[in-house]
């Protein structure tokens, strides 16, 4: 993409007096001019609030593509947990799977943990949940409780990058 190009996208993005300077210096570092441009535009046209400085520390600061995180704000993904199984107080054996609808929360890319760490603390959080279950029967008949217990466990998203839009049981037997 041209420099001329460059700032007609950025003006798109109203993000005013974009200095070619402040470009060039984050492209001298490795930044990625055009992806950042681009994500300031889809920003805005989706409605989120994205100034151009947060981008360029995004870019700067992690190892994702700032374009692929706006997108991801735009367009929540859903990973799954592997089967947990556990012992229900009665000692009977129960697996469970979950599904996870994840959106990148834009102002804490910086530093925060990916989905692979969500995956495991909902993964602790179902080996916990089937632990204080009586029996198998309370977790059949309800499998809500489950997404009820690890959606009030604020630990779960408290250094994330995602928002947890939903946890549901795919899988319990």
């Keep these: 993409m041209k420099k001329s190009e460059l700032n007609i ?3 798109k993005a109203c993000t005013m007096d974009i200095a070619i300077e402040q ?4 492209a001298a570092v490795g930044g990625k001019i055009e992806n950042v441009v681009k994500a300031v535009v889809v920003a805005k046209n989706a409605g989120i ?7 360029l520390a995004i870019d700067a600061a992690s190892k994702e593509n700032i374009l692929n995180l706006v ?4 367009h929540p993904r859903v990973v799954e ?5 556990a012992d229900c107080k009665d000692g009977r054996k129960v697996a469970v799977r979950a599904s996870i609808a994840l959106r990148v929360n834009l102002m804490r890319v910086i530093g925060g943990v990916g989905a692979e760490t969500i995956i495991a603390r909902v993964s ?5 949940c089937i632990g204080k279950a009586n029996n198998y029967n309370e977790l059949l008949s309800d499998p809500g409780v489950i997404s009820k217990h690890l959606l009030v466990r604020q630990s779960i998203t408290s250094d994330s990058m995602y928002d947890i839009l939903s946890i549901d049981i795919v899988k319990i037997k």
């Design 9 to 11: 996208n950025a003006d």
């Design 23 to 26: 470009l060039s210096q984050h």
């Design 49 to 55: 609030d994205l100034p151009f400085s947060t981008a």
């Design 71 to 74: 997108y991801g704000r735009i």
């Design 81 to 85: 947990t592997k089967t947990v199984k």
């Design 124 to 128: 602790e959080g179902i080996l916990c």
